[in-house]
């Protein structure tokens, strides 16, 4: 599996246990002992698949930071927001309501924990995970689809103005869509990462020397070539059957 998780928790014999469970023929796990360990990785570090996290944090030197002000500076990174976390808790932690209101975790698994009921919530996590990229590629998919129909329609009014404003949207929207995939494809080693990324190169070299031809002054894009951009481009969304055939591979390998 090619699988990354953040595990913040103090170490001890349950640090050992986790990252027994966590074995690397499964799992790339990365540890962070407390929570200013956990800040700064957070700030400057990949993101992962997934957070395991203990609830009951130990202060570093005259710093505390709590496992809710982690989840919460987490929710405010556009790349961590929609990372799953699974908390590990005390029923003594005053916390826990709090933390269960926060929508990106997944589970709380009350200490002493049953070993399996934990691989179960690590797997189910994953599996929601790679669910949820995948509904994000299709639903990107189709919004880029709309976003073709309104250019070629302000292509055929001749709206020059409206039609170069619409198409610099339109160009920000396949960027983040090959960047969306592209650090998924990346972080799960996906054998046709290279090609994929060949073919990504080349679209965004065709929207850029049309945006450039776009800006200047009383030039514009015929319908022609916005219908030849829209082919090239879903050309490359069905490469992406390939990418979801991957994907659904990798969701069915999560067996616990």
């Not at 983040?176 to 070299?205: G, S």
């Not at 390939?242 to 616990?256: A, D």
Request: with cysteine; net charge negative.
């Amino acid at each position: 599996m090619h699988f990354s998780i953040l595990l913040i928790e103090p170490p001890g014999i349950d640090s050992q246990l986790l990252q027994l469970m966590l074995a690397p023929e499964k799992f790339r796990v990365r540890t962070s002992e407390c929570g200013l360990k956990a800040w700064n990785a957070i700030l400057t570090d990949d993101v992962p698949d997934l957070v395991v996290m203990d609830a009951d944090l130990p202060q570093q030197g005259e710093i505390q930071i709590t496992a809710v002000q982690l989840l919460e500076m987490m929710n405010n990174q556009a790349k961590w927001c929609n990372v799953p976390k699974v908390i590990l808790a005390s029923n003594s932690n005053s916390s826990i309501l709090k933390i269960s209101s926060i929508s990106s975790v997944n589970a709380i698994i009350l200490k002493p924990y049953d070993p399996r009921r934990f691989m179960q919530e690590i797997y189910k996590s994953l599996t929601q995970h790679i669910e949820s990229h995948i509904t994000e590629v299709n639903r990107q998919h189709v919004q880029l689809g709309a976003a073709f129909q309104e250019l070629i329609k302000l292509s055929e009014q001749q709206n020059a103005n409206d039609l170069a404003r619409a198409f610099t949207q339109l160009s920000h929207a396949i960027e983040k869509h090959f960047d969306f995939e592209e650090h998924f494809m990346a972080r799960h080693n996906y054998p046709d990462f290279i090609d994929h990324h060949d073919n990504h190169k080349l679209l965004l070299t065709m929207v850029d020397k049309m945006k450039a031809e776009m800006a200047q002054p009383e030039k514009s894009i015929t319908t022609q070539r916005i219908e030849k951009l829209r082919t090239d481009l879903f050309e490359d969304v069905n490469d992406d059957k390939k990418y979801i055939k991957f994907l659904s591979n990798l969701r069915s390998s999560l067996v616990g």
